[in-house]
């Protein structure tokens, strides 16, 4: 009981650290109200702005040098990072600069990474992991994300005006909310029956969760991923990466919910597909494992 004790606070630890972390990354919003700059500091930096930008991360990362020993440093380090892009995010959305809308695309995918660390932080501290920042998800979904800067960067260059429409960037922010709310709230209600890798056993405390969002669907944290995923690139106006990504995700998360259904058929039985006779995928052609006791 005291070794548990001590896990629990040692876990605890870890996500305080993060969340401070995150929010000294963060504080880079503040720079404009220090220097007595337009809030779009980054979109026209200068030499001054350049070098407050770098005076503040070799400071933060001195700063968490200091604080933490090496484990809680790892943490620390990307929560800080994630927080950094999301206060770059907050200034570039800052104004009418034309980067704008990829300020708020910043935000969006910054938050989500962290959120995932957070989430798993408070509510299956036992699976903690660096991995739970799913920075490094798969190469995949690395070479997804690189895909769609690059459109993003190019269409810019060569279509401006495509990049600026304002109403189908707010379709699709409202995608991102929907969808990462969606999926925290899964994660939350699933508790510690949720977790990032497909459990090949069952422990002592896993049960079958259908309460809540998992009475719409029976997969809310792949729905809110799904959507997230894509209004991410409606967001930035990509219309080669929106229907890339709505192939590759439906592609992957199609394959990710029958190997989970086989598992968790083995693991509930009939218990489970009569739950799956009652409640939706959640994924629009996609009705799960084909499989019967």
Known sequence: MAAAAARR?????????????????????ALPLVLGSSPSLLAAPGLRGRLALALHVAGVNAALLLIYPRPLYKIAVRACFLGFAFGCGLLLSAGRSAWRHFGWYMCSLSLFHYSEYLVTAINNPRSLSLDSFLLNHSFEYNLAALSSWVEFTLEKLFFPELKQITWLSTVGLLMVIFGDCLRKAAMLTAGSNFNHIVQNEKSDTHTLVTSGVYGWFRHPSYV??????????????????????ALASWRFFRERIEEEEITLIHFFGEEYLEYKRKVPSGLPFIKGVKLEL
Do not use: H
């Open 224 to 245: 809110g991923w799904f959507y997230w995923s894509i209004g991410t690139q409606v967001l930035l106006c990509n219309p080669i990466c929106v229907v890339g990504y």
């Open 9 to 29: 606070g040692r876990l605890g630890q870890e996500g305080r650290a993060s969340l401070c972390s995150f929010l000294l990354g963060a504080s880079v919003a």
